[in-house]
């Protein structure tokens, strides 16, 4: 590992030594050559922490800092080069799941749910926002985020304060990832949630150039019948921004305008397992 990767100083510098000031708020995933390994993924991230066995919780929460400074990639493929942060999206969730309707409640641990919100995509810190059509098997996906996770949970955090935290988090993660609870089944409904309010956000403030449409596949694998209706009122509202104009129903599939090759890539990677 690089002395500026284990000293935590920021590596984006140009041959000359500068620095780009403006993007100090953006790191690229990191690209790693052949098998992906935690160990690749720290050595090609210049500026990240990664002091392993430490009794200090700061290697911690200097990794996670990377949800901060990590997009979301499904919206670069449509030019939206300044949008949502990993962050973002998992902050949003945890604010909707205050919000669970009346009927869900009782069934609900609300306290955990907000903690899987901040949670779930935790690993993305170091793998990055792998979407439906980057062409990574959801298997090696899989991998990939478990193996972060239990390097940030067991060897971050493994020393911190007895372990406690690292192993409630890597348990909650584990649970949303399972998928078989009422509370991780809430959860993934959120997610898809805050993914459809942020499609229809950008395409209002696109002004009708922009069509996100395909992103509204997700409202058909929604979970729960109470969160379903949430989903269903966004699309009304989406329906009545766009009018009479021709656009993408992607909730529709290849009759509502999605290419074939890309509705297969969302039903592999929506799939339960």
Request: charged share 30%.
């Amino acid at each position: 590992m690089s002395s500026m990767t284990t000293n935590g100083t920021n590596g984006d510098a140009s041959a000359n030594g500068e620095v780009d000031i403006q993007n100090l708020g953006f790191v690229a995933t990191p690209k790693v050559e052949g098998e992906w390994t935690v160990e690749k993924a720290l050595d090609a991230s210049p500026g990240t922490a990664t002091s392993a066995g430490s009794s200090s919780p700061l290697p911690y929460f200097h990794m996670i800092e990377r949800l901060k400074t990590t997009k979301r990639e499904g919206w670069r493929r449509f030019g939206i080069e300044r949008g949502e942060s990993i962050a973002d999206h998992m902050y949003r969730m945890s604010l909707l799941s205050m919000l669970a309707p009346p009927a869900l409640v009782p069934r609900l641990d609300l306290a955990r749910c907000m903690k899987m919100c901040l949670i779930h995509d935790m690993a993305e810190s170091l793998v990055g926002d792998i979407t439906p059509v980057d062409g990574v098997p959801k298997t090696e996906k899989n991998r990939r985020e478990a193996d972060t996770m239990d390097y940030i949970t067991k060897t971050l955090l493994g020393g911190v304060y007895g372990g406690l935290a690292g192993a409630e988090i890597r348990e909650i993660w584990q649970e949303y990832e399972d998928s078989k609870t009422i509370n991780s089944h809430f959860v993934h409904d959120l997610d898809k949630m805050e993914l459809l309010l942020q499609m229809m956000e950008y395409e209002k403030r696109g002004q009708g150039k922009l069509d996100l449409g395909e992103f509204a596949y997700v409202a058909t694998k929604f979970s729960l019948p109470e969160t379903k209706e949430w989903a269903e009122a966004l699309l009304k509202e989406r329906e009545q921004f766009w009018g009479a104009q021709e656009h993408v129903h992607g909730e529709a599939g290849v009759e509502g305008g999605v290419k074939v090759d890309r509705k297969e890539q969302q039903d592999s990677y929506y799939e339960r397992k």
